[in-house]
């Protein structure tokens, strides 16, 4: 499992009421946070709670600078979005993060002997960077929000929130959500666990503003595809009864202090292997009272309606009607 930059939309509050704008919340909850509890309470619990440090991967570390040059790429003016400027924007940005996180040169080689070549290894953002000019053309779209931070609270007292990477807004006033992925789109049955997060995104913006986003988008760089959904009202409404679901077992599991592992394909990417029982590991002592049966499996949970209404597109240009009119 790659290990993603931990934003302050990632940590969850402690089990105690905790007052945010005057209101006690009594838990967040950010997508991503969410999705490691479904996929394995114990990996929950390791980056959450325990927060237990996890080297930095090259495929994550592409990540982080092709968002942020498809973030910069908007800052500047239309008729300049081209796939020359976007390389011109990479090494900078590479050099930024690197100066903030020094510790991220040690992935390569010679540091790392089996690591990649750093130059090499900025060719594969190039080439990725390269595949989003395939799937949308940026000098007709116009933002209307990038890296936008969104929260709510539910009536549960559950807060909920996130970084959207963009928000697009029609001239009908329709919202568009796109998240990029630089990652290859999910093979057929599994559009569901990928749209969690948008739908989470979609519900809080819902929640926001009052309207129902009209589509959710995720750009798949890794394989050159789009995948689109339309969602409803009883989407969100059932997206919201999930997320509630996932936060009653989260606490359930740090009540009886059972954070339960479940081994799966994922397994093999996972840091803190050497420390899970699922492969003759033991967990470090868990923080809270022991003991006790948790409830908190992922099958538990109640799960969100099928997307058969979701649609993978490959090399699509982006609708037409989020492009700019100018």
């Known amino acids: 499992m790659t290990s993603p930059t931990v934003s302050p939309a ?45 080297p930095p991967s090259p495929a994550a570390v592409r990540g982080t600078v092709v968002h942020q040059v498809l973030e910069d790429l908007f800052d500047v003016p239309a008729v300049e979005r081209t796939p020359e400027r976007a390389d011109l924007l990479l090494e900078p940005a590479w050099e930024a993060l690197l100066a903030a996180e020094p510790d991220l040169a040690q992935m390569f080689a010679p540091t790392t002997p089996d690591g990649p070549e750093v130059g090499a290894w900025l060719a594969t953002c190039h080439d990725t960077l390269a595949v989003y000019f395939d799937l949308e053309d940026p000098r007709r779209l116009e933002p209307a929000e990038r890296e936008l931070y969104v929260e709510s609270l539910l009536e549960s007292k559950l807060l909920l929130r996130g970084f959207v990477d963009r928000v697009d807004i029609a001239p009908d006033g329709a919202i568009r959500i796109v998240d990029y992925k630089t990652g290859r789109a999910p093979g057929e049955g599994f559009e569901a666990k990928a749209l969690f997060q948008l739908k989470f995104y979609a519900l809080v913006l819902w929640r926001m503003r009052g309207v129902v986003p009209a589509m959710l988008q995720l750009v ?64 470090p002592a868990a923080p809270g009272n022991p003991g006790g049966h948790s409830s908190g499996h992922p099958d538990d949970y109640t799960g969100v309606r099928s997307s058969s209404r979701a649609v993978i597109f490959p090399a699509a240009i982006s609708s037409a009607k989020w492009h700019a009119t100018r």
């Open 10 to 54: 990632d940590v969850v509050a402690p089990p105690v009421a905790t007052p945010v704008d005057g209101v006690d919340v009594l838990g967040s909850l950010s997508p991503s946070r969410a999705s490691d509890f479904l996929t394995c309470p114990l990996l929950y619990r390791f980056r959450t709670i325990d927060r237990l440090p996890e």
């Open 220 to 283: 798949y760089l890794g394989s050159g595809e789009i995948l689109r959904y339309a969602p409803d009202e009883e989407d969100l409404r059932a997206t919201e009864r999930k997320v509630e679901a996932v936060w009653g077992a989260i606490e359930a599991a740090r009540s009886s202090g059972q954070w339960l592992p479940r081994r799966s394909g994922l397994c093999g990417f996972c840091a803190h292997r050497d420390l899970c029982p699922e492969f003759g590991g033991t967990p």
